[in-house]
């Protein structure tokens, strides 16, 4: 009954900007730690920013400074506001309910149908 559901996307300009949201039914955002990951054509999905139980967050190298992800215990929704948005931020992303440990998020089987972003001028 556990359903992640992304949205969001769309096409932009570079230095554009975009916000995704995930919604989540069935289970409570809050409880988990929860990740964006995105998929280019042809790469492997790698992990983008995730936000723990404790509210913490973490970024990969190629977005810091640029996204920032939150959580809205009231929408249980975790947002992925992305900023100054590149050419190689194009990729399909996906959300999942993960859990924390050994100083990381490790994705749980629970993705999203995941969203499409082009970032192209």
């Known amino acids: 009954q556990v359903h992640l559901v992304e949205s969001g996307g769309g096409l932009v300009q570079p230095g554009g900007s975009l916000r995704l949201s995930c919604a989540a039914s069935?289970?409570?955002?809050?409880?988990?730690?929860m990740a964006w990951y995105r998929q280019a054509p042809g790469k492997q999905r790698e992990l983008v920013a995730y936000?723990?139980?404790?509210?913490?967050?973490d970024y990969a190298d190629s977005v810091k400074g640029r996204f920032t992800i939150s959580r809205d215990n009231n929408q249980n929704t975790v947002p992925l506001q992305m900023n100054s948005l590149k050419p190689e931020d194009t990729a399909v992303y996906y959300c999942?309910?993960?859990?924390?440990?050994?100083?990381?998020?490790?994705?749980?089987?629970?993705w999203g149908q995941g969203t499409q972003v082009t970032v192209s001028s």
């Open positions: 999942n309910r993960g859990t924390y440990y050994r100083g990381t998020h490790n994705p749980g089987d629970y």
């Open positions: 069935g289970t409570l955002a809050m409880l988990y730690s």
């Open positions: 936000i723990t139980e404790a509210g913490s967050t």
